[in-house]
């Protein structure tokens, strides 16, 4: 009987799978995550309605001309799209691999869709190395988070070649916040896209 309303229940106008994460109704969310795993496809019907939600939400960012205007504040929405959903993954989710594959591959996805991704995130990282955040601790998380952007991006080339740019400038001229937090981001770009 339930099985034969999983879709009503899910695409419910106003109080559905998609209103419940635009309003971060973690509890509302548990209770259908785990609802709905007891039933065959139950969590795939979940996962589609997120990840298209996602896509839906990222393309609108990335594409939205206003947006782009500003590319650290792009960014910074990026970021916050990216902690928002993975807050639900983990609280609500159960931390599922499956949602967790699906909110990458979404995030690969949409940020790809702007071409100017790569320098913006590069503008992001010289803009946070140049003023600086409240503590170390604030700096290394935010690199964290910058770095697993550069995951999704598919021109890892193009934003390299923004990140010497800029790396030199703030070199050159000395206006770096510190040298630890340059070295730190240098050895986590190592890690992540190789010598």
């Given at each position: 009987m339930i099985e034969s309303q999983m879709n009503c229940l899910v695409h419910m106008e106003n109080s559905g799978l998609?209103?419940?994460?635009?309003?971060?109704?973690?509890?509302?969310?548990?209770w259908i995550y785990n609802f709905f795993r007891r039933l065959p496809n139950g969590l795939s019907v979940i996962r589609d309605v997120?990840?298209?939600?996602?896509r839906e939400t990222g393309e609108q960012l990335?594409?939205?001309?206003?947006?782009?205007?500003?590319?650290?504040?792009?960014v910074q929405r990026l970021l916050e799209e990216k902690d928002k959903h993975d807050k639900i993954i983990n609280l609500a989710f159960n931390n599922g691999k499956t949602f967790q594959n699906a909110l990458n591959s979404s995030f690969e996805y949409f940020i790809n869709l702007?071409?100017?991704?790569?320098?913006?995130?590069?503008?992001?990282?010289?803009?946070?190395?140049?003023?600086?955040?409240?503590?170390?601790?604030?700096v290394e998380v935010a690199l964290d988070k910058v770095v697993m952007l550069i995951r999704y991006l598919?021109?890892?080339?193009?934003?390299?070649?923004?990140?010497?740019?800029?790396?030199?400038?703030?070199l050159r001229l000395g206006i770096s916040v510190s040298e630890d937090a340059e070295r730190s981001l240098i050895l986590k770009l190592k890690t992540e896209c190789g010598y």
């Open positions: 998609v209103d419940m994460i635009i309003e971060d109704k973690y509890d509302d969310l548990a997120m990840t298209s939600h996602i990335v594409i939205d001309p206003e947006q782009v205007k500003d590319p650290v504040e792009f702007n071409p100017r991704s790569p320098e913006f995130i590069s503008l992001f990282l010289d803009d946070k190395l140049r003023k600086g955040l409240e503590s170390k601790e604030d598919k021109e890892k080339d193009e934003f390299e070649k923004y990140y010497k740019q800029y790396l030199a400038t703030r």
